[in-house]
C-alpha cells in the first residue's frame, strides 16, 4: 500500500500535512522539512476540450513531480488564471447540463463569474473555509490535478478509496477522484484512470499488495466546463508551511492557447460479445481524429466497480476482455480520450521522470459513453 500511494500522491518530504478539508483542523501532526521549492518541478499546460462533439471546452495538463518522479508533495493549493474574457460559469453549461441534474449551480464557489480556477488556503481550526472549484482537498500531483491534498488524519488518499472523498458521475459514485468535465452535472461526468492492461503491473490481482479497491492512476488531464479563450493561462501553486497562512515553497507556470479550434470528434466504442452470450467482450476504437498522437480506451464493469484502459494508438482498433471479469447482467460501460500528447507514456507508472515531454497547447477529445449488458 505504502508503494502505491507513493506513487499516486505521496512525496520524500512535505513541510506539513495541512487543514482539514472543512477547515476543522485537529492537532497538528509531526512535520518533516524538505527542500520542496529547489528539489521540484512543476510543468503546466493548457488547451482545448472536444467534449462529445457538443461542446469545446478547456483542458489542462499538470505534472509536479520531485526528482524520483513521484508526486512532490502531499498539499497544495493551486489557482489558474485565465487571459480577459475567460469567465468561469456560475450555472452548469446546457451542453453538459444533464436532465435529471438537481441543481443549475455550477459548483464554483467565489471562482463563478471570476477568471479563476482556484482552491481554498489552509484556515485555523473552527473556521469555515470558503468554498471554491477544488476547495480544500484539490491539489497538483505527480500526473494530473486530484483531490488528493492530505489530511491531518494522514489517511492515504487514491482512486478508488472506500473510505475516500465521494464524487457522483454519469456511471456511479467514484472516491478520490474527480469526475470530469468540472462544472459539467454529475449525470455527464466521467472518471478518466489508467488501469490495466495498459498498466502494468495489473493490480487487480490482490496478491500484488495494492491498496483496497484502487481503481486506478490518473490520466493527467483535468477539463473543465468553460469555454477556452486564446491567450496566456497562469498557475500559481503554494505548498503551506507549519504555520498557518505561511508558505513552505511557491511555483509559478504559465501555458498559452494558441487556437480556441478543438480537435475534431473521437467516435463511440462498439461493444459486443461477437462468440455469443458469455464469451469475451470486444470494444472497437475507430482511428484517432486528425492531431491526436495518443488514444485512450476506458472500460468500467459498473456492477462491480472494476476498471481497464487500453492504449488503443492513432490506429484504433478491436481490443478485448475475457469472460472471466464478467457475470450475466453486468452493466459494461466504455469511452474514449484522443489526445496530442501520450496521455499513458506520460504519466506514473510506467514514467517515472521529473518533466515528461508535453506539447505546447494541450488538446484532447472525448467520446460519449457506449453501454451494454453482458449477456
Known amino acids: 500500500m505504502r508503494a ?4 499516486l500522491g505521496s512525496a520524500a518530504g512535505i513541510s506539513i500535512l495541512a487543514a482539514c478539508t472543512g477547515g476543522q483542523a485537529g492537532i497538528e501532526p509531526p512535520s518533516t522539512a524538505a527542500n520542496v521549492q529547489g528539489t521540484s518541478t512543476l510543468q503546466f499546460r493548457v488547451g482545448t476540450v472536444n467534449w462529445r462533439g457538443l461542446a469545446t471546452f478547456t483542458n489542462t495538463v499538470v505534472t509536479f ?39 443549475t449551480a455550477s459548483g464554483a464557489g467565489t471562482d463563478a463569474g471570476t477568471a479563476n480556477i482556484s482552491s481554498t488556503q489552509p484556515t485555523q481550526p473552527g473556521t469555515t473555509a470558503v468554498a471554491t472549484t477544488f476547495a480544500q482537498v484539490g491539489g497538483a500531483f505527480a500526473y494530473g490535478f486530484a483531490p488528493a491534498d492530505s489530511t491531518t488524519g494522514g489517511a492515504a488518499l487514491y482512486a478508488g478509496n472506500p473510505a475516500g ?35 502494468t503491473p495489473d493490480f487487480h490481482n490482490p496478491a500484488l499488495g495494492f491498496p483496497g479497491g484502487f481503481i486506478g492512476y490518473d490520466s493527467g488531464f483535468m477539463t473543465f466546463g468553460v469555454a477556452p479563450v486564446a491567450g496566456s493561462y497562469a498557475l500559481h501553486l503554494t505548498v503551506p508551511s507549519a504555520t498557518i497562512g ?37 470494444f472497437t476504437v475507430a482511428p484517432a481524429p486528425a492531431g491526436a498522437t495518443s488514444q485512450v480506451l476506458y472500460v468500467v464493469n459498473q456492477s462491480t466497480g472494476t476498471y481497464f484502459s487500453f492504449n488503443a494508438g492513432t490506429a484504433g482498433g478491436v481490443f478485448s476482455l475475457a469472460a472471466a471479469n464478467f ?49
Open 4 to 7: 502505491i500511494y507513493k506513487t
Open 65 to 103: 513531480r520531485q526528482p524520483n518522479g513521484l508526486s512532490a508533495t502531499l498539499y497544495n493549493s493551486p489557482t489558474i488564471t485565465g487571459p480577459a474574457g475567460f469567465v468561469v460559469p456560475t450555472v452548469v453549461p446546457t451542453a453538459c447540463l444533464g436532465t435529471s441534474a438537481a441543481t
Open 165 to 199: 472523498r465521494l464524487f457522483a458521475t454519469q456511471i456511479g459514485t467514484v472516491s478520490d477522484v474527480y469526475p470530469q468535465p468540472i462544472y459539467c452535472s454529475s449525470t455527464r461526468k466521467l472518471p478518466y484512470v489508467l488501469a490495466p492492461p495498459a498498466t
Open 246 to 282: 505561511v508558505n513552505s515553497a511557491v511555483f509559478d507556470q504559465t501555458a498559452s492557447i494558441t487556437t480556441t479550434t478543438p480537435m475534431a470528434t473521437v467516435a463511440p466504442v462498439v461493444i459486443a460479445e461477437p462468440g455469443g452470450a458469455g464469451t469475451a467482450v470486444t
Open 327 to 375: 457475470t450475466a447482467g453486468d452493466v459494461i460501460r466504455a469511452y474514449v480520450a484522443a489526445a496530442n500528447w501520450d496521455i499513458v507514456g506520460d504519466g506514473p507508472p510506467a514514467n517515472m521522470s521529473t518533466a515528461p515531454p508535453l506539447p505546447t497547447q494541450t488538446d484532447v477529445s472525448l467520446s460519449s459513453l457506449t453501454s451494454v449488458a453482458y449477456l
